[in-house]
């Protein structure tokens, strides 16, 4: 009999797996709080992004062993169309299959990129049956009549060959992982839209520009500047007209291609751009930034124009703390989620995986994760070995065991996240019932930060997050920061005293293992972090 109900148990298990390995990977929304679903469960990619030329089979060993080294669970890769179809009509997925089978042997998820139509606005990355073959897959025209570098979103034909290309490689991926789902995520183009030109000036452009604005942008894109509610894109939008109506269009070329992806495997699937500048007052495109990209001030119409994309995300290759903080707050919306799939891999940008990973964010990605011997600096590191993933190891060493408990409180808006500024100035969390107070560059042992500040802290290199697991709970993840409790709320007035601090970690199974409690001298001046993140398990107490 027990051995009867101990296999029927089994079973019972080994069907609920099933059926969790069976769920497609989804984006979710609950109260404007989003969560990428992975095999049934809140999944947090803490993720490593491969340098563009590092998709071929002979250079993977180069990215597994830096993704390794970056304690990453998530690779970022692209596909290019010229790759997989080099010749019109035959496809080659034989580099497809190899990145999949080694992922599942490191125990890695993938997010592929497509790089097709444009790559960083350009179509270098094209088959050259496309690209040098203008009259069947045209290119756009600027405002004095000459032919740019871009391709025009209005050409049919390259719409027609792109969508067909990437339905080939989505059939693909349901055939061959539609099981396992190694893949979780697709980007579609890369970095879209085009430099030095507003919009297309071609004649299936100019007749577009005259139409009406859809009703569907109207919905969702309101005017900077008030203009008419209905009518031409130079009546509703004035002097954003052309930028918008180019976003328009690009967008509605990516949705035909995520909509015809989608329709036969049905994964999740975003947009990247290259940023316009978000901490200074919005203006008219003026030749400083990629026309037609999803930048935060166009969000609105890739929801209206491409439904089947599910996030618009940045990508952050600015120094400047107030540039980073103001593109976040920009991408971090009830309608979008906020994900940031590439920024720099200096050792400056890992701090900002605190305020993304605590404000929800679904994942977090540096670019150039592998050990080929290029290096973009001054945007990223000019390390091209270990050194260069260490500051992004640090971080996802503490995330990655608790990932999807991470997930699970961003989900239910428990999370919080901040990251420590060019000024060096403290910062503060309102937090249910309290306040917290966040500080950099203190010492452990008192409060000398100005005198004599923490070693290793001579640029900005502090982050934290935060989840409020209860009323007077809280776990804590931060490196090189001071956190301090106060009560607020209706506890205001009352004093707080620590009821117990525990340092530890989760191991990978939901449970919390502790190694010491911080009482006395780790508690009298706050809690703080030194050059090693860790992750402390907090209660407190009040007292009037």
Known sequence: MKTTRKLMLGCLAAAITCVSAAELPRLVTKDG??????????????GAQAHNSSNYPAALPQVWQAVADAQA????????????????????????DTLVAQAREKNVRLLLLWFATWKNTGPSYMPEWVKFDNRRFPRMVDKGGKTIYCHTPFGEE????????????????????????????????????????????????????????PAAVLAKQKAPVPGKSTGTWTEVYGDYAEQYFHTWAIARYIEEIAKAGRAVYDLPMFVNNALRDASVPLAPWK???????????????????????????????????????ATLDKFHRADNALFVPEIGNSA?????????????????????????????????????DGTMVEPFAQIYGVFRPMAKQWGQWALEG????????????????????????????????????????????????GGLAIAQTGDNEFIVVAQRARIKF??????????????????????????????????????????????????????????Q
Not at 298 to 304: D, E, L, R, S
Not at 359 to 370: E, H, K, L, V
């Open 486 to 543: 106060e009560p607020a709320g209706q506890q205001a007035g009352r004093t707080a005293l620590y009821a117990r601090v525990e340092e530890g970690q989760y191991d990978g199974n939901g449970q919390w293992v502790m190694a010491r409690v911080w009482n006395g001298d780790q508690t009298d001046y706050g809690l703080n972090f030194g050059a090693q993140p860790l992750v402390l398990k907090i209660k407190i107490g009040t007292y």
């Open 158 to 213: 390259t719409l027609k060959a792109d969508r067909k290309a990437f339905v080939a490689l989505m059939e693909h991926l349901k055939r061959t992982d539609g099981e396992r789902h190694t893949v979780i995520m697709v980007q579609v183009q890369n970095e879209v839209g085009t430099y030095g030109t507003v919009r297309d000036y071609g004649p299936a452009a100019q007749k577009a520009f005259a139409q009406p604005v």
């Open 33 to 46: 709080r989003h969560a990428l679903l992975v095999d049934g469960a809140p999944y947090v990619m803490l």
């Open 287 to 325: 030749d400083n930034f990629a026309s037609g990209g999803p930048t935060y001030d166009v969000i609105g119409i890739y929801k209206a124009a491409a439904p089947h994309i599910d996030v618009a995300a940045p990508d952050i290759y600015s120094h400047e703390s107030v540039k980073v903080a």
């Open 414 to 461: 428990r999370t919080h996240g901040t990251f420590e500024g060019d000024d060096r100035k403290p910062q503060q969390i309102a937090l249910r019932g309290w306040t917290a107070t966040v500080s950099y560059r203190e010492r452990q042992f008192g409060s000398q930060a100005e005198k004599d500040p923490m070693e290793g802290t001579d640029k900005p290199n």
């Open 348 to 384: 400056d940008f890992a701090r900002v995986a605190f305020a993304v990973l605590g404000r929800g964010g679904i994942g977090f990605a540096p670019f150039g994760i592998d050990y080929f011997d290029f290096s973009n600096y001054p945007l990223g590191a000019k390390a091209t």
């Open 73 to 96: 669970n998530t690779l970022e890769i692209p596909v290019a169309w010229e790759q997989i179809e080099p010749v019109e009509g035959k496809f080659d997925f034989s580099y497809v």
